[in-house]
């Protein structure tokens, strides 16, 4: 099945692009200076997209001030009200989020047009918590489906598609029957995940499956509270999947018996340090050799520790010896100027 490609604003999503990160304020989004503040700090963090609740007409008309202090796209989430997601598309915003089903057809149809006519693309967006009866994952997907092909048949096909579930195991095999089934960018997420680590771990496991198998074109972690920690996890976890370049990264040993440098200290150091340092560069802090030549010969940086003095690794050559206490020093020193090794 050949894949579709979107474009929201400067993003392209599917068909193999960048899998981008979104993110959801939480801000009253009436109140747009609140709200704009949110925006770009999720930006700095390395969100790609921010969606933005819109519960009222007011809202919908102060999101183009919003728009105008950010050059994030932005999406406009909005549910029951027509009138709210035609004003969304007049106040300038880059994609629309919608409920197909939660609008008359015929007032669906303005929608539509007005989304074609500006260019805005439309995420085919449900829930299992918005459908009050109990269905199957299939019927789930289905009824994502069902509505896609309503704007299909409207002539429109600048789609996007989810369909979330709170659960791992049903995630998973419902957003494999969409990909099975439709060749729309796929928006991937385990929705209302909840609070603290057990949300988090719930959120990275579905989507290391699904990101495995190819499935996701864009991604939200959706947690319970401050959306900072949202576009965080979703950056480690692309980095580990693979799938997003141009990071820092220390490799460190678990510790044990035979360790011979302080691997916490030195290792937490450099993550708080260079935690936004947008380069690849791998360092390794081995505590023993046991598995410090190895990790030293693969890394681009690596210390194999002794017990007085440890080995220093650059670009997988031994470099020199250096004394423990002077390790810290020494690798902010490399690492500020690794450009030139």
Do not use: W
């Amino acid at each position: 099945m050949e894949r579709k490609e979107v474009l929201i604003k400067n993003i392209k999503i599917g068909n193999g692009q960048r899998i981008a990160i979104q993110s959801m304020t939480n801000t009253i989004s009436t109140d747009y200076i609140s709200t704009i503040t949110q925006v770009n700090k999720l930006k700095d963090m390395g969100c790609d997209i921010v969606r933005i609740s819109l519960p009222s007409m007011e809202a919908a008309i102060n999101i183009s001030k919003i728009i105008k202090n950010t050059d994030l796209p932005i999406v406009a989430d909005v549910h029951f009200d027509y009138k709210i997601a035609l004003q969304a598309i007049k106040s300038g915003v880059h994609k629309l989020r919608i409920n197909p089903s939660n609008f008359p057809p015929e007032y669906l149809l303005e929608v539509v047009h007005a989304a074609k006519s500006e260019n805005i693309p439309i995420r085919v967006g449900v829930n299992r918590g918005s459908i009050h009866d109990l269905i199957s994952n299939e019927q789930l997907a289905e009824y994502a489906l069902k509505n896609v092909l309503l704007l299909e048949k409207m002539g429109f096909d600048n789609i996007v598609v989810s369909a979330k579930t709170s659960n791992v195991r049903d995630s998973i095999i419902v957003n494999k029957y969409l990909f099975n089934h439709s060749p729309y960018p796929i928006h991937i997420g385990l929705t209302e995940a909840g609070f603290g680590k057990f949300a988090e771990i719930k959120s990275i496991y579905s989507l290391s499956v699904l990101l495995n198998e190819g499935i996701g074109d864009t991604l939200r972690i959706s947690l319970t509270g401050d959306p900072d920690r949202e576009v965080k996890l979703a950056k480690y976890l692309l980095r580990a999947a693979g799938k997003l370049g141009g990071f820092f990264e220390v490799v460190a040993c678990p510790t044990c018996a035979r360790t011979q440098i302080d691997v916490e200290r030195i290792s937490e150091f450099l993550e708080t340090k260079y935690e936004n340092l947008k380069k690849d560069i791998k360092v390794s802090i081995m505590g023993c050799l046991v598995n410090g030549i190895g990790e030293g010969l693969n890394s681009d940086i690596g210390i194999c520790g002794g017990k007085d003095k440890s080995v220093l690794y650059i670009k997988g050559k031994r470099v020199r010896i250096v004394e423990n206490h002077e390790i810290e020093e020494l690798l902010v020193k490399i690492i500020d100027n690794f450009d030139q090794y």
